[in-house]
């Protein structure tokens, strides 16, 4: 929604519109501008928040512009309305727009509403759709290039993404999706926006379904929930999560797993856990790496086991602040913050406070499996 910034007055002086400054907008020397007949209709009908589909159709009507016509007209306001965003005269808030209902789907027992293009959307969210009902979050995909705006006070920026605080939430850029333009988020996490063109390929749809990744654990981690990243399978009926470095080898290990116990696989990248009923648990969710491995079930945590390479298999013994570090490290859960960093670490903790943390370094042989396995029995049966 778009609406007048504070501080600027319309006033027509000998027939001609100038917009001007007032308050501390003159102390920041803002500068006023001369406004044509159109710039006029737009500010004036700007009493109250309008969409931008709801200015171009205000402008058509007061031109009596028909709807065949209306292309060029709506690229001419959407020019001029983001020239007034980006210097500070109007003012988006981010709110529920006009994309339509795609599906709903809940992950972690979150649940998100999707709205935009039904073909925008990527086919790997299927199975954790669910019936229609009230959304912990909003992600509305617009086929729309975004007005430009301050970036506001960088955060994080590398090669993939940048992300900036603004007065409305967080700008997302993603560097290296050319179809994705823009991600905007409202500081509580309800609410998405996502500029993007229409996907060409299936690799285009994949960068949306990533991008949507970075929203939901940002939602994931105000409610409680933190994403390690991580290989699982399912052992004795709880959940183990093998986590190491690039390279340790946490798929060969699962693997392994697979070929000499005949454990089921979970996830073959990353796990959500949280706490429910005051036990430590995993929750299904569709992003996998390039795995393809992912579940919907909801399991009980076994364990964390850190990989590490040697030469031969053993356990090495870490300290309890070492262990906590360590798997606060394996978190991808948003850290922008110091906030942030200190919700990981403490839920880091919580993990070592209450379920086994393992150090495994280890050769890509089954005995490694016998190596680890060997400790979880036994820890086991001592209960």
């Known amino acids: 929604m778009i609406k007048r910034q504070n501080g600027y007055v319309l006033k027509k002086i000998k027939g001609t519109a100038y917009l001007l400054p007032y308050g501390q907008n003159i102390a920041d020397q803002k500068r006023g501008l001369i406004f044509n007949e159109t710039g006029e209709v737009i500010w004036n009908f700007l009493d109250k928040e309008k969409t931008l589909e709801e200015i171009i159709e205000a402008v058509a009507a007061y031109y009596e512009i028909p709807v065949s016509d209306r292309e060029e007209l709506g690229k001419d306001v959407e020019e001029f309305v983001s020239q007034l965003l980006g210097m500070g005269i109007l003012k988006e808030e981010l709110k529920k727009g006009k994309e339509p209902f795609y599906h709903c789907m809940k992950i972690g027992g979150i649940c998100i509403k999707l709205c935009g293009p039904a073909d925008i959307f990527p086919k790997q969210f299927a199975s954790f759709f669910c019936e229609e009902e009230e959304a912990d979050q909003i992600i509305e995909v617009k086929v729309l290039v975004p007005a430009n705006k301050p970036n506001g006070n960088v955060l994080i920026r590398n090669k993939e993404m940048s992300i900036c605080e603004c007065d409305e939430g967080y700008l997302v850029l993603f560097h290296q999706m050319k179809n994705i333009l823009e991600g905007y988020m409202t500081k509580d996490g309800s609410y998405v926006r996502i500029h993007a063109l229409m996907p060409q390929n299936e690799e285009e749809k994949d960068n949306l379904f990533h991008a949507i990744r970075l929203f939901y654990l940002y939602l994931a981690q105000k409610k409680g929930f933190y994403a390690i990243h991580s290989a699982s399978i399912l052992y004795q009926n709880r959940a183990w999560l093998f986590s190491g470095h690039s390279g340790m080898g946490k798929s060969t290990h699962t693997e392994l797993w697979h070929e000499r116990v005949h454990t089921p696989y979970l996830n073959g990248d990353l796990n959500l856990v949280g706490i429910e009923n005051g036990k430590l648990k995993v929750y299904g969710m569709p992003w996998c790496g390039t795995s393809g491995i992912f579940?919907?079930?909801?399991?009980?945590?076994?364990?964390?086991?850190?990989?590490?390479?040697?030469?031969?298999?053993?356990?090495?013994?870490?300290?309890?602040?070492?262990?906590?570090?360590?798997?606060?490290?394996?978190?991808?859960?948003?850290?922008?913050?110091?906030?942030?960093?200190?919700?990981?670490?403490?839920?880091?903790?919580?993990?070592?406070?209450?379920?086994?943390?393992?150090?495994?370094?280890?050769?890509?042989?089954?005995?490694?499996v016998e190596t680890i396995k060997a400790q979880i029995d036994q820890m086991e049966a001592e209960g």
Request: charged share 25%; net charge negative.
């Open 295 to 368: 579940t919907t079930s909801t399991q009980e945590l076994g364990g964390i086991v850190l990989l590490g390479r040697d030469d031969y298999d053993h356990l090495e013994r870490l300290g309890e602040a070492e262990k906590i570090v360590r798997v606060m490290q394996r978190m991808i859960s948003p850290a922008w913050t110091e906030e942030q960093m200190e919700k990981n670490l403490d839920f880091a903790g919580q993990i070592v406070e209450n379920s086994p943390v393992y150090y495994l370094k280890c050769t890509k042989n089954l005995s490694a």
